[in-house]
């Protein structure tokens, strides 16, 4: 903090723009944006999860090709992915104090996350494409 | 606490930098060992445990999406899994966390947005998340029943 040029400067000068851990407020935008999009989202998926109970692999497969269903389908799972590595980033910020775990940790959430929205996209691109 | 008779631990070991990241003599932060257990704090741990436990259900979700693509056995065996009864009493786990999280979180959010803040308040909207989260999680599992029927 009394590093340099800081020593001198307002403590309101490391405040404004991105702040001092330069990433501003992202982190919490988006977790809020994708909490909204997700609480609009998953009473649908609830439903139409629960009328396709019974169904055989035809049915849910056409159900999922269909595009609107396709495209919002896909926007829940990037959303859940991207929700579940935001919130977990915050967990692992919160309890794991050794730094070499902690970024390790974070990498592997991120790794995760990212293949398992990009497997779910594949999944559901390949379903549609098929029917 | 920490004791201050103990010299490995008191002021006399920071001079000795020992302790190069701790202060003793700060106070703790609040210690869940001696909390009383009260509805907003079992809330708050709820929302997070839940978060935790739903990210596995993101990459069972991931799993089935991947199982329908690929049909065949791949299918076959992941609708056997769901569809045991070790897997219905994990999908009614994954249900139950996900509605109490839903809903949970839009009480975050109305919060987020300056409204409820409370202590009345607070627990009102808290008791609220608790019964209805108990009764939608009845009414998706009474509709899934009855669809399955």
């Known amino acids: 903090m ?17 702040g001092s851990a330069k990433a ?23 439903s139409v999860l629960v009328s396709m109970i019974g169904a055989d692999l035809e049915s849910v497969r056409a159900a999922i090709a269909r595009p609107w269903n396709a495209i919002l389908l896909s926007m829940f ?26 970024v390790t940790l974070q990498l592997l959430v991120t790794l995760a996350c990212a293949v398992g929205a990009f497997a779910s996209l594949y999944a559901i691109g390949r379903i549609a494409l098929m029917a | 606490m920490t004791s201050t008779k103990d010299p ?15 202060h003793p003599e700060r106070p703790l932060s609040p210690h869940l060992q001696v909390y009383r ?19 596995v259900g993101v990459f069972a979700l991931a799993w089935w999406l991947l199982a329908v693509a690929a049909g065949g056995e791949s299918y076959a065996n992941a609708a056997g899994a769901l569809a045991s009864p070790f897997g219905k009493i994990i ?18 959010l109305l919060w987020d947005a300056g409204w409820g803040y409370d202590i ?6 808290g ?11 009845a009414a998706i599992w009474w509709a899934a029943l009855a669809g399955a029927a």
């Not at chain 1, 799972?77 to 692992?92: M, P, R, Y």
Request: net charge positive.
């Open chain 1, 77 to 102: 799972v990037v959303a859940l992915f991207w929700h579940s590595k935001l919130g977990l980033q915050v967990v692992i910020e919160d309890y794991v104090h050794t730094r070499a775990a902690e």
């Open chain 2, 91 to 108: 999908l009614f786990g994954f249900s139950l966390a996900l509605v109490y999280h839903l809903l949970n979180g839009i009480r975050h």
């Open chain 2, 127 to 137: 008791y609220a998340v608790a019964v209805l989260s108990v009764i939608f999680t």
């Open chain 2, 37 to 55: 257990w009260q509805l907003t704090m079992v809330m708050s741990i709820l929302h997070r445990a839940t978060g935790v436990a739903l990210v």
């Open chain 2, 8 to 22: 490995s631990r008191g002021v006399a070991a920071l001079h000795k930098n020992t302790l190069p990241m701790t």
């Open chain 1, 2 to 18: 009394s590093t340099g040029n800081g020593r001198y400067r307002n403590p309101m000068q490391r405040a404004r723009g991105l």
């Open chain 2, 120 to 125: 009345p308040e607070v627990y009102r909207s």
């Open chain 1, 24 to 46: 501003g407020t992202d982190h919490f935008w988006w977790l809020r944006m994708t909490s909204i999009a997700l609480a609009i989202l998953v009473p649908s998926f609830i």
